[in-house]
């Protein structure tokens, strides 16, 4: 459209104005599109649109041709309205913001862990949030993300433009519509032919170039980097294709605003490969640990579903590296992994959220029932049927006398920071405390203790073996049981209520 537009070829609304004093539209690459308008009201509706403007307010800019169409010149959802009385004249200021700022309202946390997801299919789920929200992707043509992306403390609006990012490309409005509609990259095809001006700038934009090539985008060279600044009165919008001077440009931002009561438009014609924005990163996400739950665990490596996730994704399927105490490069060292459903944290030390790894969690507290103990309290437990071996380092007497290890109850693990334990949910544990060391399974115990020796406790048999030589020693060596059977090369001694010699010969002195 290049028809000449005033005052009376603009409608707006909700709005009525008697007469129209101010009117500004400012459209561009990888941001909403603004319009603020000013103009005198009849005193009967300043009370209404005062009062009946809020959230849901949609406002509409029309320019009509000479030829009686129509043409959408804004459509979005009101930010501000105010009132001003001079001398009795009412004049009301609105601001409006393109329905793209519906995404830019509430911000989000959530994770995408399926790497088969595609980056449209990844744009889809977000938008079915807003049931008439459209994204015309022509950027990332329907490549799989290929690894762990998460949404932390973003709007979703915020979240999409770093998506798109990822291809070195913007998001840009189409205010034409009354839903929230974009484009993902830049569109093709919306060439508008060739236009002239009489008046233009011609800059060239050195930062925004040096920006670029610092951060490696692909192709880029400084003579993208040149603008245009053309004043016309032919209606455009961001993304458009145009011919100016002998070159191919797209439209990079437009101004449209009243000069002389007539609408005039300055737009920013730039190269395509200059409006491509460097990759961005959440940098909140430096030093960010979230919660979660273990779904999976294969090797050194586990899945999870995160707390922050609404519900689990059925297509999880990427896996975390898991920080274990100790490993080395030739495999050694220490290798103890979580089991399904163990509390974990996801770390990230930098804004790369793909070099996220899992770490142990923050311990939470158990909710107990009453009257009732832990079933997995893994310490060792006997009574005096049990089978016991004792050894004491001075030499001291040790007989069936010695008292089987008591039931202890569920003690806190952690009320004592000098004693440490490692204990896994089948009731097996490894206690290490100043004075002594105690592994324990079941009603079985081996305690290593610094003042009563060593002390061996069984509720089943205890079997010693050696391929060649087994010696005891000690100062005084005393075994009690109900039969006792020493018996080596076809010879045996058996003592019970009686004692009984066997051997091809006996001697005795």
Same mark, same amino acid.
């Given at each position: ?30 941001? $909403? ?5 000013? =103009? ?11 009062? !009946?403007? *809020?959230?849901?307010?949609? #406002? ?7 030829? =009686?169409?129509?043409? @959408? ?6 930010? *501000? #309205?105010?009132?001003?009385?001079? $001398? ?39 938008? %079915? ?7 015309? &992707? #022509? ?41 929230? +509609? ?33 951060? $490696? ?46 609408? !005039?438009?300055?737009? /920013? ?23 979660? /739950?273990?779904? %999976? ?7 999870? +579903?995160? *707390? ?14 898991? %920080? ?17 459903? &163990? ?12 070099? =996220?790894?899992?770490? %142990? ?17 893994? $310490?060792?437990? !006997? ?19 010695? @008292?089987? !290890? ?9 009320? &004592? ?42 509720? +089943? ?49």
């Amino acid at each position: 459209m290049k028809d000449t537009i005033t005052y009376g070829h603009i409608e707006i609304m909700p709005y009525e104005f008697t007469h129209l004093q101010e009117l500004k539209i400012v459209k561009t690459v990888n941001d $909403h599109a603004r319009m603020v308008c000013t =103009g005198i009201i009849s005193d009967e509706r300043r009370e209404s649109y005062i009062r !009946a403007s *809020d959230e849901e307010t949609q #406002v509409k800019a029309f320019v009509m041709d000479n030829s =009686g169409n129509r043409h @959408p010149l804004f459509r979005g959802i009101v930010l *501000d #309205v105010e009132e001003n009385v001079v $001398h009795g004249v009412h004049y009301l200021t609105f601001e409006a913001i393109s329905h793209t700022y519906e995404l830019d309202i509430k911000r989000h946390k959530r994770s995408f862990q399926n790497p088969k997801l595609t980056y449209n299919g990844l744009i889809e789920s977000i938008l %079915s949030a807003y049931p008439k929200a459209e994204a015309l &992707d #022509v950027a990332t043509h329907n490549t799989p993300i290929g690894t762990f992306i998460m949404q932390y403390d973003e709007t979703d609006w915020q979240f999409l433009k770093r998506i798109a990012s990822h291809f070195y490309s913007p998001l840009i409005p189409a205010v034409g519509y009354g839903v929230p +509609k974009f484009y993902v990259g830049l569109p093709t095809g919306l060439s508008k032919g060739e236009i002239t001006a009489a008046q233009y700038k011609v800059s060239k934009r050195i930062a925004d170039f040096q920006t670029a090539s610092d951060n $490696h985008i692909p192709g880029v060279r400084d003579e993208d980097f040149i603008q245009y600044e053309v004043k016309t009165e032919t209606l455009l919008e961001p993304g458009y294709e145009v011919t100016f001077k002998g070159h191919h440009l797209l439209v990079a931002e437009v101004l449209t605003e009243m000069k002389d009561s007539i609408l !005039a438009h300055t737009c /920013k014609l730039s190269p395509r490969s200059g409006l491509r924005p460097i990759k961005e990163y959440n940098r909140s996400i430096i030093g960010a640990s979230i919660q979660g /739950k273990v779904l %999976s665990v294969h090797r050194d490596k586990i899945r999870a +579903k995160l *707390d922050m996730d609404d519900q689990q994704d059925p297509n999880t399927d990427y896996w975390f590296p898991y %920080s274990t105490i100790y490993a080395s490069a030739d495999n050694t060292g220490w290798y103890c992994m979580p089991e399904e459903n &163990d509390s974990i944290r996801i770390y990230f030390p930098s804004y790369k959220e793909e070099e =996220g790894y899992a770490i %142990s969690s923050v311990k939470r507290e158990p909710q107990h029932s009453s009257g009732k103990s832990s079933a997995t309290s893994g $310490h060792g437990t !006997a009574t005096s049927t049990h089978s016991i071996a004792s050894a004491s380092s001075d030499g001291s007497n040790s007989s069936s006398s010695l @008292p089987a !290890a008591a039931p202890e109850p569920d003690r806190d693990r952690m009320a &004592d920071p000098a004693i440490k334990t490692l204990r896994t949910k089948y009731g097996k544990e490894i206690m290490l405390a100043p004075d002594k060391i105690v592994i324990s399974a079941s009603d079985m115990s081996i305690t290593i203790s610094d003042q009563s020796g060593i002390d061996i406790v069984s509720g +089943k048999n205890i079997n010693i073996s050696a391929t060649s030589q087994l010696s005891m020693s000690s100062g005084t060596l005393q075994l009690s049981a109900g039969k006792i059977e020493l018996s080596g090369n076809g010879n045996s001694i058996t003592l019970d209520k009686t004692t009984t010699f066997s051997g091809t010969e006996i001697k005795m002195n």
